[in-house]
């Protein structure tokens, strides 16, 4: 089974986000970059079918410029085989998913977190089944492959499915499908000499185009209030506040 | 210019968020057409005429009555060719969202979702979306004619503006090659107040302590009318079910109130409530970060706080 991994290289969940040049570049000052967490499910569960499944190869894909390599090399130390790098920057969902697209012809799963926590879209899976004509679900917190079925499951409000579908097939992942691996020392020795193809991306049309970023407004001093007087935070909450 | 809205049904009744989708379109100043798939009342689709709707598509096939994500794509696209639409808008969820984007493809729109206020068309389409996880807000420009915008929740307040909308009932060809996945079943607490909708979440975190001490927490919830939340590694130790978990890896909520308890105050926990209108913080230790991001804090144990919170609520009802 040839499975494709999609990654992003998103700042790590701790980051201050800032902006510079009037609200128009992201502030990468002090920012780490680290696999997508939802990324790094996918890329997990991808593992764990490789070690499972005989013959099974997993391939990890990145939409981005030469800083992403240290990111991308993470998920080979984890137990990826080999990368590309498609050399844009991921500006929007669907230029990112036609990119993954192009390449992902001839997988038989393609995973992927079920969004990017920069930009948040949760699409680029949905994109992607769509362009490439096979089906996609998100988020899945669960995913077995026996022959070319594949069983799921999917979370939905206040619940979750279970679904069935035949490879090929796109999956958005989040937890608990799989638990998050960290490199060894001999995962990082040897993701040195995988190879890392870096290719061209194909076409720029890019029908969303952002203008601006803006941070939200600061939040007020909280108020608080005594352990002894718990109702005097009902009455806040309905005359102050105004939410009950 | 007119705008089509996909309308989310769950046990029989609309969605509030396509309520709210229903209101945006409305307030976008164009002629709204919702489209409702699968099995619903007649009052129900009528009501949607209060909202600001014109005309109401009803697509009514018994393989529509599951969300099969596919099928309604193909439906949704050809219901936008065939009203002239070129917006379509809708509320994230776990069936909107990638319904959108199969649209979007489809139909070679432009794509926005966690959009958060209405669009301005001063200069081109722009909308303002949330990203780093609630942490920033991004204008994008929709350049294409055809557009797809998928809400966040609160991007417009439900309002019935008057009105009665034509209910028709709208038939479409189904393709079998859509219903290639198969939902076996279905999972889902009945009854409850959905957590992503919830205008009020009362969430525990370790804190708590186990499992067996959760009725005080759900009294509260009770209480309120709320929804249930709790934090990552309460969901991980398997003491609330994987769907309550709130945060940069789980649902992100946008209630008028978020009451945390026993909840240290995580960035990545923070980021799943920061569009919260108020926020409320019982912990026993005074430097818990959460009280940083919180409105209202008391500094307190749980197991005594939460009795009294309780009983304070049910005396003021
Ligand atoms: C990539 C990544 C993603 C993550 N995503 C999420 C996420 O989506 N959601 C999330 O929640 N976390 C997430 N986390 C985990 C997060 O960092 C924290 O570990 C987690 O939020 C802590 O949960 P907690 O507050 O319940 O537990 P703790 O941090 O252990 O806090 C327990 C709190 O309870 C208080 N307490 C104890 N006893 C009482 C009592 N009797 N009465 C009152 N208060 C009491 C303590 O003072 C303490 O503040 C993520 C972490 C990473 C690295």
């Known amino acids: ?101 192009a390449h992902a012809k001839g997988y038989d799963l393609v995973l992927m977190g079920r969004e990017s926590i920069d930009y948040n879209g949760g ?122 | ?85 070129d917006v379509l808008v809708l509320a994230n969820s776990s069936l909107g969202t990638p319904v959108a984007a199969k649209v979007a493809v489809k139909a070679n729109a432009s794509f926005a979702s966690n959009v958060v206020e209405l669009p301005s068309t001063s200069s081109g389409f722009v909308v303002k979306r949330s990203i780093y996880t609630g942490k920033a807000f991004s204008f994008v420009e929709l350049k294409n004619q055809k557009k797809v915008i998928a809400l966040k929740k609160n991007a417009a307040e439900a309002k019935e503006v008057g009105g009665g909308a034509q209910i028709v009932p709208y038939a479409v060809a189904l393709n079998d090659a859509d219903f290639s996945t198969k939902i076996m079943s279905t999972e889902k607490a009945t009854g409850d107040i959905l957590l992503p909708e919830a205008e009020i979440v009362v969430s525990g975190g370790r804190g708590m302590k186990g499992p067996e001490h959760w009725g005080i927490l759900l009294d509260l919830a009770k209480a309120l009318h709320a929804a249930t939340g709790c934090s990552k590694p309460v969901s991980d130790l398997n003491w609330r079910p994987h769907h309550e978990h709130v945060g940069q890896t789980g649902v992100k909520v946008a209630p008028q109130l978020y009451i945390a308890i026993g909840i240290s105050g995580a960035i990545q926990h923070l980021a799943g409530v920061n569009s919260s209108k108020c926020i409320v913080v019982i912990n026993k230790d005074p430097d818990a970060p959460f009280f940083k991001a919180a409105d209202y804090g008391i500094v307190g144990d749980a197991f005594d706080v939460l009795p009294k919170l309780t009983a304070a609520v049910n005396a003021m009802r």
């Open chain 1, 123 to 244: 699409v680029v899976h949905a994109m992607v089944g769509e362009l490439l004509g096979i089906p996609s679900l998100s988020p899945v917190m669960k995913l077995d492959v026996e022959g070319t079925n594949v069983k799921m499951a999917r979370e939905i409000e206040g619940g979750k499915e279970s679904v069935e579908a035949i490879l090929p097939l796109v999956a958005g992942c989040q937890e608990p499908i799989a638990e998050w691996k960290i490199p060894n020392m001999r995962g990082i020795m040897s993701a040195r000499t995988k190879p890392l193809m870096v290719v061209e991306a194909s076409g720029n049309d890019k029908n969303v185009v952002t203008q601006k970023f803006e941070l939200p407004a600061a939040k007020g001093a909280v108020k608080m209030i005594s352990a002894d007087n718990v109702a005097e935070l009902v009455t806040r909450l309905k005359t102050e506040a105004k939410v009950l």
């Open chain 1, 1 to 101: 089974m040839k499975i494709l991994v999609c990654i992003s290289h998103v700042p790590d969940t701790t980051s201050k986000i800032n902006f510079t040049d009037n609200g128009t570049k992201f502030d990468t000052n002090g920012v780490q970059f680290i696999i997508g967490p939802y990324d790094d499910y996918a890329l997990a569960r991808a593992i764990e079918l490789k070690e499972a499944i005989a013959g099974t190869t997993v391939t990890v894909i990145n939409v981005g410029l030469a800083d992403t390599e240290p990111t991308i090399r993470k998920a080979l130390a984890i137990g990826a085989d080999d990368a590309i790098r498609v050399n844009a920057e991921p500006t929007d969902s669907f230029f990112v998913a036609s990119q993954i697209a």
């Open chain 2, 1 to 85: 210019m007119s705008v089509l809205v996909f309308v989310e049904t769950g046990e029989g009744k609309i969605r509030k968020s396509s309520l709210e989708a229903i209101t945006y379109a409305h307030l976008m100043g164009s002629g709204v057409t919702a489209i409702v798939l699968g099995a619903v009342a007649q009052p129900e689709l009528e009501s949607l005429g209060k909202y600001g709707a014109q005309k109401v598509l009803h697509v009514v096939d018994s393989k529509l009555d599951q969300p099969v994500i596919q099928a309604y794509a193909s439906v949704i696209t050809k219901a936008m060719q065939d009203e002239g639409a």
